[in-house]
Every structure is written in C-alpha cells, then in structure tokens.
C-alpha cells in the first residue's frame, strides 16, 4: 500500500514527535480516516524524507511520531528555472504542478503585455499562497523532498535582466533552431509566454537581454503544454528522463 506524504514546515528529526497543522490533520482523520498507529512520511524540504506513524489522531489535532530519516535522490542533475506568463486560473495551476514533477527547481510567475489576469495588493498575496500549495501538493505527490522554489511575480523586463545561466532559451514558433541543436547545459532559464504568446517586443527585448529563440516543433502549442513540453524534452535530453 502506497504511504501518504505530507509537507510540513516545522523542523523534523529522528525520534521526534510533531503536531501537524489543521488542514492536514482534517485530511487525516476526515478523508484518509487513519487510525493512531498509521505510517506516513513527512518532509520539510531539506532533502529528507521523515518516516512516521500516528501517534495521536483526532478531529482537531493530529501528532506524529517519526521513526527514521531517509536521506533522497529524487531531484533532476538539471537546475531548470522557468519565467512563466501568468496564465488564467486552472491553466497556471497545471503548469505549477507538473512542472514540479518533472523535476524544475525554480518557477517564476511573470507579467507579460498578453496576460489576462490582473492581480494586486491582497489578491496577489493569495494568489501567491495558492501557487505555493499547488507546488507544495506536487512534491508530496511526485515524492520530492526538497521544495521547488516560487519566485515573486515580476515584469517580464525584470525577470529578463535580473536571471543569469549559460543557457537562456525564448519559446518562439519562428525560430530557426530546436533544443536538439543546442550544445549541454546544467543551468538553463526558459521564458514561456501566457495565452496568446509573448508579442515581438518582448521576445525582442528577452533576445536583447541574453535569451536564445528556439522552436518546439512545427506546431503552435498553447502555453501550458509548451512549459512542459519543453522541460520533459530538457530533461530527455540532458536530464534524468534520459536514464
């Protein structure tokens, strides 16, 4: 039987006993229904897996007892950071997710001229805890065990000019060159526009700040699926997809 894992932010280590927060006690004792003696694995983002069991189970709180600490080798050998244009609701959560399963190490939410979402003040601030739980959410279904980090939404000119890497790439479906014409990298930054694409000034302006055009193939992809496509075909190519 597969064992729950469970994200917590508090420090963890062998032989320790922890309170869980209330949303995953809830989920706990109301969803899984799990009784006192029941195994799951706790991580904390610091390379570890904490093998627990339950230690108290109860409608409000819910205490676990760690047992071992597992030392993981789940992350990619390649340090991708991805510029995502803010996309629309559910299409900006599927990317957070499975960019995180497939091994990205840095996601950067950014404004662009054709995003269609506005976000300021208070909505942005819960917005941003949201994308951080759906990327919370996917490493504790993938079973990584160190957080992917979310990066504040910014212009897509300060994103541009602020990321360095020795291989910065611009999805354009007018560029000349595919990934496979590239030389390796370990470090790679990847822009990717929002609904509708980047307009020609930016792609322009990311050219201009050290971005290198490259094509997905011969068809146009929407946004989310060309995030993932071109991380897997990273990955393939260089990365762990590869083994």
């Known amino acids: 039987m597969r064992i729950s894992r469970f ?3 508090q420090q963890l280590a062998d032989r320790k006993t922890v309170e869980l927060d209330e949303e995953t006690s809830h989920y706990l004792y109301r969803v ?3 009784k006192n003696g ?3 694995i706790l991580f904390n983002g610091d ?3 904490y093998h627990a069991i339950l230690d108290t189970v109860g409608e409000t709180l819910v205490n676990a ?3 071992r600490a597992e030392q993981t080798s789940r992350e990619s050998s390649l340090d991708i950071t991805l510029g995502q244009g803010i996309s629309r609701g559910e299409r900006m959560d599927f990317v957070l997710q499975k960019s995180v399963e497939l091994g990205v190490n840095t996601i950067t939410p950014v404004w662009t001229n054709r995003s269609q979402v506005h976000l300021h003040g208070k909505r942005l601030e819960k917005r941003m805890a949201h994308w951080q739980g759906v990327i919370r959410s996917a490493c504790e279904q993938s079973g990584r065990s160190v957080l992917p980090e979310l990066g504040n939404a910014c212009p897509l000119s300060d994103w541009c000019t602020e990321t360095q890497a020795p291989l910065q790439l611009v999805l354009d479906p007018g560029a000349d060159i595919n990934l496979g014409a590239l030389a390796p990298a370990n470090r790679i930054h ?3 526009g929002p609904e509708g694409g980047l307009d020609a000034d930016e792609t322009e302006f990311a050219v201009s700040a050290g971005f290198q055009r490259v094509r997905l193939g011969p068809r146009v992809l929407r946004t989310e699926t060309a995030a993932l496509a071109a991380i897997s075909a990273l990955q393939t190519l260089w990365g762990d997809l590869a083994n």
């Open 32 to 34: 899984l229904r799990l």
């Open 7 to 9: 994200y917590t932010g």
């Open 65 to 67: 007892a760690i047992q």
């Open 47 to 49: 390379g570890c897996d």
């Open 38 to 40: 029941a195994p799951l």
């Open 190 to 192: 990847i822009l990717i």
